[in-house]
């Protein structure tokens, strides 16, 4: 297989060849964490929450030589890879060593009267090895916040980065970070192929972060082999604004929503409904707000560069078919007269006909529509065929809670935008087309393990009621005491007594016979 070369976007300069793993080394890097596994299983929590403190000191250590890289290998705005790469990934792993002790900690459950003397509980096993497949939009954060929940849960990890942003230095420092991270975590460049292929080496759980169309195929290739999936995939994300909103909050949320990380975030702001009352000066100020934004990839820039060639392609040929069509172009439209950039890009006048209110643009480009009442938005909205994160801004708070309620979303964000992401404990993730399965807070750890139901029954010398020999009395006593678990009251209590002693008798009476 050939190297593949690893570009700066901002520049075009190749950076370095990646070499792609072979079939071999896809083996032996799943017996490796099969064997890890293993060991894993062996080792406490503390010790894991060590290696994941390790993995902390180094992001806080190396944080610009790490900034340097991302910037360098996704052409992203410094100011970009700092909030989405860095904060991020450094607050997710601060809350799970904050919380993962609680969240794993076997669960008791209550006994019901009927088990009345069994203690029972839930207990949460790793899955064993959790392979992690990551796309190129935030080259560390995705891959690694996905690695570490399923790592302190206990699992073995094999992460497949991006082939357009391996990052294969850092990976190799973090792994030298600690004994348990080199033990517990494999990671194996290459693209797709190298990814179908760990797919099918069997591991216990698939956590894939990517497009629709990969989520796909590789739900298809993992299904005959019966391996659990989690997709984190793609959207077209709403942000809905009523003509009672602060404006100008408003309009700043969707000029950074729409073009942070240049638009290539799956919770980026690809879709805005306006209320047609405020639509003209709120295009005419996002107009005049996109006007102000500064490309380039230094700290003051605020807009970086597109990460891939195709992605420049698809943005491009979203934008001009649009226009093509009869779309407004407001601004931008077009890529920068020098470097990998896309210029800040308005359009009204979008219809369904038009390739961009379909597809996902992943780019920085906003179609804006206008809407009249909020029936109209909430039928609007859940019709999309994805639905991943949408925001709600309004001053009305009760028109804020039937929304929250009504719109069928993955994440809500009401007067903010794309934030619900910055909270660790809240869970991530989709409906419909944007996937299934939660990444981060207590549902995210839980996901990365199997949870396994504990009856634990202090000897007490004799059978159970359950067990042979069935006979008629015991029959028409279960019967009694079945009629007697849904009622409530004192009485009921005194009746439960009564035939709980007369089946403890009957079976007494069984067990000398
Ligand atoms: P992609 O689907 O092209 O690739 C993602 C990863 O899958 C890469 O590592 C790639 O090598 C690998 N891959 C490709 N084909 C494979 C196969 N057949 N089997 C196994 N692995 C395979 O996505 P991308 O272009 O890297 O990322 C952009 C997409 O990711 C966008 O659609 C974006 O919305 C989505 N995304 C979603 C989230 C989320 O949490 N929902 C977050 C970030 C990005």
Same mark, same amino acid.
């Given at each position: 297989?050939?190297?593949?070369?690893?570009?700066?976007?901002?520049?075009?300069?190749?950076?370095?060849?990646?070499?792609?793993?072979?079939?071999?080394?896809?083996?032996?890097?799943?017996?490796?964490?099969?064997?890890?596994?293993?060991?894993?299983?062996?080792?406490?929590?503390?010790?894991?929450?060590?290696? !994941?403190?390790?993995?902390?000191?180094?992001?806080?250590?190396?944080?610009?030589?790490?900034?340097?890289?991302?910037?360098?290998?996704?052409?992203?705005?410094?100011?970009?890879?700092?909030?989405? %790469?860095?904060? =991020?990934?450094? *607050? %997710?792993?601060?809350?799970?060593?904050?919380?993962?002790?609680?969240?794993?900690?076997?669960?008791?459950?209550?006994?019901?009267?009927?088990?009345?003397?069994?203690?029972?509980?839930?207990?949460?096993?790793?899955?064993?090895?959790?392979?992690?497949? #990551?796309?190129?939009?935030?080259?560390?954060?995705?891959?690694?916040?996905?690695?570490?929940?399923?790592?302190?849960?206990?699992?073995?990890?094999?992460?497949?980065?991006? *082939?357009?942003?391996?990052?294969?230095?850092?990976?190799?420092?973090?792994?030298?970070?600690?004994?348990?991270?080199?033990?517990? !975590?494999?990671?194996?460049?290459?693209?797709? &192929?190298?990814?179908?292929?760990?797919? =099918?080496?069997?591991?216990?759980?698939?956590?894939?972060?990517?497009?629709?169309?990969?989520?796909?195929?590789?739900?298809? #290739?993992?299904?005959?082999?019966?391996?659990?999936?989690?997709?984190?995939?793609?959207?077209?994300?709403?942000?809905?604004?009523?003509?009672?909103?602060?404006?100008?909050?408003?309009?700043?949320?969707?000029?950074?929503?729409? !073009?942070?990380?240049?638009?290539?975030?799956?919770?980026?702001?690809? =879709?805005?409904?306006?209320?047609?009352?405020?639509?003209?000066?709120?295009?005419?100020?996002?107009?005049?707000?996109?006007?102000?934004?500064?490309?380039?990839?230094?700290?003051?820039?605020?807009?970086?560069?597109?990460?891939?060639?195709?992605?420049?392609?698809?943005?491009?040929?979203?934008?001009?078919?649009?226009?093509?069509?009869?779309?407004?172009?407001?601004?931008?439209?077009?890529? #920068?007269?020098?470097?990998?950039?896309?210029?800040?890009?308005?359009?009204?006048?979008?219809?369904?006909?038009?390739?961009?209110?379909?597809?996902?643009?992943?780019?920085?480009?906003?179609?804006?529509?206008?809407?009249?009442?909020?029936?109209?938005?909430?039928?609007?909205?859940?019709?999309?065929?994805?639905?991943?994160?949408?925001?709600?801004?309004?001053? &009305?708070?009760?028109?804020?809670?039937?929304?929250? =309620?009504?719109?069928?979303?993955?994440?809500?964000?009401?007067?903010?935008?794309?934030?619900?992401?910055?909270?660790?404990?809240?869970?991530?993730?989709?409906?419909?087309? #944007?996937?299934?399965?939660?990444?981060?807070?207590?549902?995210?750890?839980?996901?990365?393990?199997?949870?396994?139901?504990?009856?634990?029954?202090?000897?007490?010398?004799?059978?159970?009621?359950?067990?042979?020999?069935?006979?008629?009395?015991?029959?028409?006593?279960?019967?009694?005491?079945?009629?007697?678990?849904?009622?409530?009251?004192?009485?009921?209590?005194?009746?439960?007594?009564?035939?709980?002693?007369?089946?403890?008798?009957?079976?007494?009476?069984?067990?000398?016979?």
């Amino acid at each position: 297989m050939s190297d593949i070369p690893v570009i700066n976007p901002a520049t075009g300069a190749q950076l370095y060849a990646m070499k792609p793993a072979t079939d071999l080394e896809c083996e032996a890097a799943m017996g490796a964490a099969r064997s890890a596994a293993e060991a894993l299983r062996a080792t406490p929590l503390t010790a894991r929450l060590e290696a !994941l403190t390790a993995f902390l000191d180094y992001l806080r250590d190396h944080r610009e030589a790490l900034l340097d890289q991302i910037v360098a290998e996704s052409g992203r705005s410094r100011g970009d890879a700092m909030l989405s %790469d860095i904060f =991020q990934l450094t *607050e %997710d792993c601060l809350w799970l060593r904050d919380h993962a002790a609680a969240v794993l900690a076997d669960e008791k459950v209550a006994t019901p009267i009927s088990l009345l003397g069994k203690h029972c509980r839930i207990r949460r096993d790793a899955h064993g090895v959790v392979l992690v497949i #990551s796309p190129w939009n935030l080259p560390l954060a995705i891959g690694m916040t996905a690695a570490m929940f399923a790592f302190v849960a206990g699992n073995a990890v094999i992460l497949k980065p991006s *082939e357009h942003t391996p990052m294969v230095a850092v990976f190799e420092a973090i792994r030298q970070r600690h004994p348990l991270l080199y033990l517990g !975590l494999q990671v194996v460049h290459g693209g797709g &192929d190298v990814g179908a292929r760990l797919v =099918q080496a069997r591991p216990d759980l698939v956590v894939f972060t990517g497009s629709q169309p990969t989520g796909r195929r590789i739900l298809a #290739s993992a299904a005959p082999l019966l391996i659990p999936v989690l997709l984190e995939l793609g959207a077209k994300d709403p942000m809905l604004v009523f003509d009672d909103a602060d404006l100008p909050r408003a309009v700043a949320a969707a000029c950074w929503g729409n !073009l942070h990380n240049s638009g290539q975030s799956c919770t980026a702001v690809e =879709q805005l409904h306006v209320q047609e009352g405020i639509f003209e000066t709120f295009v005419a100020a996002l107009v005049a707000a996109s006007g102000e934004i500064r490309l380039g990839t230094g700290a003051a820039h605020d807009l970086g560069a597109i990460t891939t060639a195709f992605q420049m392609t698809h943005i491009d040929a979203l934008v001009q078919d649009a226009v093509a069509q009869g779309a407004v172009l407001h601004c931008g439209g077009r890529r #920068s007269e020098c470097g990998h950039f896309y210029l800040p890009t308005v359009l009204t006048g979008v219809t369904s006909a038009m390739r961009i209110s379909q597809e996902e643009i992943f780019g920085p480009v906003v179609a804006v529509y206008s809407f009249a009442s909020e029936a109209e938005i909430i039928a609007r909205h859940n019709s999309n065929p994805s639905g991943l994160s949408t925001s709600v801004w309004s001053r &009305d708070k009760a028109r804020c809670r039937r929304l929250e =309620q009504a719109l069928s979303t993955g994440c809500i964000n009401i007067n903010n935008v794309m934030l619900t992401e910055g909270n660790a404990g809240l869970p991530f993730g989709g409906v419909r087309q #944007s996937g299934f399965g939660r990444m981060k807070g207590a549902e995210g750890l839980r996901g990365m393990t199997r949870s396994k139901a504990v009856l634990e029954d202090p000897t007490r010398g004799k059978p159970e009621p359950n067990w042979y020999p069935y006979s008629a009395e015991k029959l028409a006593l279960t019967g009694e005491l079945l009629d007697l678990l849904g009622q409530k009251g004192l009485r009921r209590w005194w009746r439960l007594a009564r035939v709980g002693l007369a089946i403890d008798r009957l079976v007494k009476r069984q067990h000398r016979a």
